[in-house]
């Protein structure tokens, strides 16, 4: 395979971290690959290899440069559509998670085919606006078969699938909670577990309690599966501290936050994932990122791309939400948005372009990682290589 030199890169975010520059920014910068993996970093004048014939050079015309994101968190396989009632929350009707079974319903009756059509084409949208890696929940059939198709259809995009037969409880148990859990915490679990790296639970009022979210996560833990947790977005509620006490890699949507959660958080390694999307389509407010960032914890940012309440696959417009709505720094939000999402996934492989990390690498057409936000709409890709291959 022939090595690629990238250079003449204007500002290239490395996210290597040194004292005073945790993105690990170099001006003047070039990149080389060599069978997938980022073979050198530094300054374009100390490049190696230049003169070799066997390496591809690609002059980026002083353009920025900054490793390719990481969404950890998408339901990217569902059917149907719910652009009425996003249109009736904009006429301010409020937001509750009932609105689940409307798309369980339309997911179920939709075929393999219609179900892998609309991923394929969630998945482009995603690979055209720097998605390099990416996480793809269950949760929107909830029956065994189901739950399990859904898990397989994932697995053909992403190894990064994890299991939400937890999201709500589905009509036809809605008189027997007990029963829809019993169903999770077994059969469900044995059918997916095949597919799925991850679980999941919606730990919220309308859909699962603590006390069903924790016997959910502990049953795929022994299952040998990850647990991750949707926690603290529609109110306060116990969703930090069990993903905190279970030692889920992330707890995600973190709206609303008490100063005991951001404690816990602070002293974990569970990953506090922000979802902003879902604020600007729904109109709660966004979380206080700056509250947890300036108190040490992990922060990444992901789109939740699902059909009810944040419908967008566009990490660039994550990146200016929370600069411009959740007091992060351009830095901040890029790091979120590539490395904090790596590590949302426990992957040190990914979200950063250091010696021997894939190279998932993002060409912007913009000199600095700052037209990310500055420039919010516009479609800044440039060109996007994953695993050193650049993409058509």
């Known amino acids: 395979?022939?090595?690629?030199?990238?250079?003449?890169?204007?500002?290239?975010?490395?996210?290597?971290?040194?004292?005073?520059n945790p993105c690990g920014t170099i001006t003047d910068g070039a990149l080389l690959i060599r069978d997938g993996r980022v073979a050198w970093v530094g300054r374009a004048d100390d490049a190696p290899g230049v003169e070799d014939t066997a390496t591809e050079v690609v002059d980026a015309g002083g353009r920025a440069a900054l490793p390719g994101f990481v969404d950890s968190h998408t339901h990217l396989v569902f059917g149907g559509d719910r652009a009425d009632e996003f249109e009736a929350r904009m006429a301010g009707v409020p937001y509750a998670a009932g609105g689940i079974r409307r798309t369980v319903a339309a997911t179920r009756a939709a075929?393999?085919?219609?179900?892998?059509?609309?991923?394929?084409?969630?998945?482009?949208?995603?690979?055209?606006?720097?998605?390099?890696?990416?996480?793809v929940k269950t949760g929107y059939d909830l029956t065994v078969d189901g739950e399990a198709r859904l898990a397989r259809l994932a697995a053909e995009v992403t190894p990064e699938v994890t299991f939400l037969g937890a999201h709500v409880v589905p009509a036809e148990f809605e008189d027997d909670r007990d029963a829809y859990v019993d169903l999770v915490v077994g059969p469900m679990l044995d059918a997916v577990r095949p597919h799925a790296r991850w679980i999941d639970a919606f730990c919220e009022t309308g859909a699962f309690t603590p006390a069903e979210t924790a016997r959910i996560l502990r049953a795929g833990t022994s299952a040998g599966l990850t647990p991750r947790v949707h926690g603290n977005q529609l109110g306060p509620g116990e969703g930090v501290r069990l993903a905190v006490e279970l030692g889920a890699a992330s707890v995600d949507h973190c709206t609303y936050l008490s100063a005991d959660d951001i404690a816990a958080l602070a002293d974990s390694d569970t990953v506090a994932t922000l979802l902003p999307g879902v604020e600007f389509s729904t109109r709660h407010p966004y979380p206080d990122a700056r509250r947890l960032i300036d108190a040490g914890v992990t922060v990444a940012l992901a789109s939740d791309c699902n059909p009810g309440t944040s419908f967008t696959s566009s990490m660039p417009l994550m990146i200016a939400l929370a600069v411009r709505e959740m007091g992060m720094t351009v830095a901040e939000a890029v790091w979120?948005?590539?490395?904090?999402?790596?590590?949302?996934l426990r992957r040190t492989d990914v979200g950063h372009l250091g010696v021997g990390a894939r190279?998932?690498?993002l060409i912007l057409n913009a000199p600095t990682r700052t037209h990310l936000a500055y420039?919010?709409?516009?479609?800044?890709v440039h060109e996007v290589y994953r695993g050193g291959v650049r993409q058509s």
């Open 1 to 20: 395979m022939t090595d690629l030199l990238i250079t003449n890169i204007g500002e290239l975010t490395t996210n290597v971290d040194v004292p005073g």
């Open 111 to 135: 075929s393999d085919e219609e179900l892998r059509a609309r991923l394929t084409g969630l998945v482009a949208e995603l690979h055209a606006q720097g998605t390099t890696t990416f996480e």
């Open 336 to 344: 979120a948005a590539t490395a904090g999402g790596a590590r949302a």
């Open 359 to 361: 190279a998932d690498a």
């Open 375 to 380: 420039r919010p709409g516009v479609p800044l």
